[in-house]
């Protein structure tokens, strides 16, 4: 079992810097993919960034690419999320989650993730 805490949402201006942390605890996320989803109201929820175990691969969607970067310290089960230059459409709920299954090499992405935060608002003003 892995239990994941997510932390580091606010409220910002259109192009400000938030960092997120996702602390788990249970099980040891070093052999696991983590990923960071977030849902918007109105919207379904979708993957932002994913990060391999050993960090061997990094996936973003392309609204953010070039302004957040997934990182993981896996000696402080700990993966982290730097949101820069956000804009007002990066407002959501974000939440961090990890698979049962072992990372065996696939893209991070593709993964079934089973294991979820409860969750980190947030909200970037014009």
């Known amino acids: 079992q892995v239990h994941l805490v997510e932390s580091g949402g606010g409220l910002v201006q259109t192009g400000e810097s938030l960092r997120l942390s996702c602390k788990a605890s249970?099980?040891?996320?070093?052999?696991?993919?983590v990923g960071w989803f977030r849902q918007a109201p109105g919207k379904e929820r979708e993957i932002v960034a994913a990060i391999s175990r050993r960090d061997i691969k990094r996936f973003y969607i392309g609204p953010v690419k070039g302004r957040f970067t997934i990182t993981r310290d896996d000696a402080n089960q700990t993966v982290y999320l730097q949101m820069n230059m956000l804009k007002p459409e990066d407002t959501a709920v974000y939440y961090c989650?990890?698979?049962?299954?072992?990372?065996?090499?696939?893209?991070?992405?593709?993964?079934?993730?089973?294991?979820w935060g409860q969750g980190t608002q947030v909200f970037v003003s014009s």
């Open positions: 249970g099980r040891t996320i070093s052999a696991l993919a």
């Open positions: 989650a990890a698979p049962f299954q072992r990372d065996y090499g696939r893209d991070p992405e593709r993964y079934e993730y089973n294991y």
